[in-house]
Nanobody, 121 residues
Framework: QVQLVESGGGLVQPGGSLRLSCTAS????????VAWFRQAPGKQRELVAG????????YLSDSVKGRFTISRDNAKNTVYLQMNSLNPEDTAVYYC??????????????WGQGTQVTVSS
């Protein structure tokens, strides 16, 4: 009943930038905590960044924190991941994960379809 849609991935050269978007659509829902995950070929999915309903953020590592910024626009039910100074190690499928409650019920996890980010010269 609630759909989570991602956009903004693509091919970029090292040092370039991308802005990922995660938008929830539907009726009578509340978008709570949201996180971005990524999964590179042959590796487990890992947490990249997260943001609470109150705007508190956390990041995977110092290198990611210095280059990536997670933010949200509650009026648009959208969470963004701004990625700067990209390097080949950032190449992965990026997934949006959100805790969503419907009709004031208990929140449960929703996953986006994933968007491919490829950093290559």
């Amino acid at each position: 009943q609630v759909q989570l849609v991602e956009s903004g991935g693509g091919l970029v050269q090292p040092g370039g930038s991308l802005r990922l978007s995660c938008t929830a659509s539907g009726s009578f829902f509340r978008l709570n905590a949201v996180a971005w995950f990524r999964q590179a070929p042959g590796k487990q999915r890992e947490l990249v960044a997260g943001i609470t309903s109150g705007g508190i953020t956390n990041y995977l590592s110092d290198s990611v924190k210095g280059r990536f910024t997670i933010s949200r626009d509650n009026a648009k039910n959208t969470v963004y991941l701004q990625m700067n100074s990209l390097n080949p190690e950032d190449t992965a499928v990026y997934y949006c994960n959100a805790a969503i409650s419907i009709l004031s019920g208990t929140a449960r996890d929703y996953w986006g379809q994933g968007t491919q980010v490829t950093v290559s010269s």
